[in-house]
T-cell receptor, first 112, second 113 residues
Framework: KQEVTQIPAALSVPEGENLVLNCSFT??????LQWFRQDPGKGLTSLLLIQSSQREQTSGRLNASLDKSSGRSTLYIAASQPGDSATYLC???????????FGSGTRLQVQP | DVKVTQSSRYLVKRTGEKVFLECVQD?????MFWYRQDPGLGLRLIYFSYDVKMKEKGDIPEGYSVSREKKERFSLILESASTNQTSMYLCASSFSGGPETQYFGPGTRLLVL
């Protein structure tokens, strides 16, 4: 059964810092890996999707990498801003299963 | 823009009541999902549907059932609500044709007294 772990659980940084969020998964037979953002009391917003054949994806200040063989992904946020404060969730879609398995998230606070 | 709407943002029910949570998507997606989100446990899959009238159990289906009579609508039913079903419920949908992200609704926060 797939298990997804995110470290750290919470992170507080000053504005302008570059930061890295980590995600690990136990079963490497994945179809894709996705990163989401969740604001308090709200639904999830998709940030990046990396297919199993890809190594990374970029969108603006965000860059996500995937190392399937080691079961790891990182989300890199450049030049963090207070508006980046949210919970970031990593999720994996396994081959043959349409649903996602989620990590517990990293709660990020960017101090102005 | 894809829109996934959920019938209620907040709901308060009594133990033993039958509860219906409705989800509607406007993008003709084949797949629809129901998750619940609890502190420290993350999102867990309750049920999903990959076509009208088709459904599959997720990781925690006990105490829940679902209905998908039309492609755009996916309902989650709590047959007899219990206090341990107090949670945030999130609906999502996705296209079936390739590696596609899931689009989430705003969530329903359910309190069972």
């Amino acid at each position: 059964k797939q298990e997804v772990t995110q470290i750290p659980a919470a992170l507080s940084v000053p504005e302008g810092e570059n930061l890295v969020l980590n995600c690990s998964f136990t079963d490497s037979a994945i179809y894709n890996l996705q990163w989401f953002r969740q604001d308090p009391g709200k639904g999830l917003t998709s940030l990046l999707l990396i297919q199993s054949s890809q190594r990374e994806q970029t969108s603006g200040r965000l860059n996500a990498s995937l190392d399937k063989s080691s079961g790891r992904s990182t989300l890199y946020i450049a030049a963090s801003q207070p508006g980046d404060s949210a919970t970031y969730l990593c999720a994996v879609e396994n081959t043959g299963r349409r649903a996602l398995t989620f990590g517990s998230g990293t709660r990020l606070q960017v101090q102005p | 823009d894809v829109k996934v709407t959920q019938s209620s943002r907040y709901l308060v029910k009594r133990t033993g009541e039958k509860v219906f949570l409705e989800c509607v998507q406007d993008m003709d997606h084949e797949n629809m999902f129901w998750y619940r989100q609890d502190p420290g446990l993350g999102l867990r899959l309750i049920y999903f549907s990959y076509d009208v009238k088709m459904k599959e159990k997720g990781d925690i289906p006990e105490g829940y059932s679902v209905s998908r009579e039309k492609k755009e609508r996916f309902s989650l039913i709590l047959e007899s609500a219990s206090t341990n079903q107090t949670s945030m419920y999130l609906c999502a949908s996705s296209f079936s044709g390739g590696p596609e992200t899931q689009y989430f609704g705003p969530g329903t926060r359910l309190l069972v007294l």
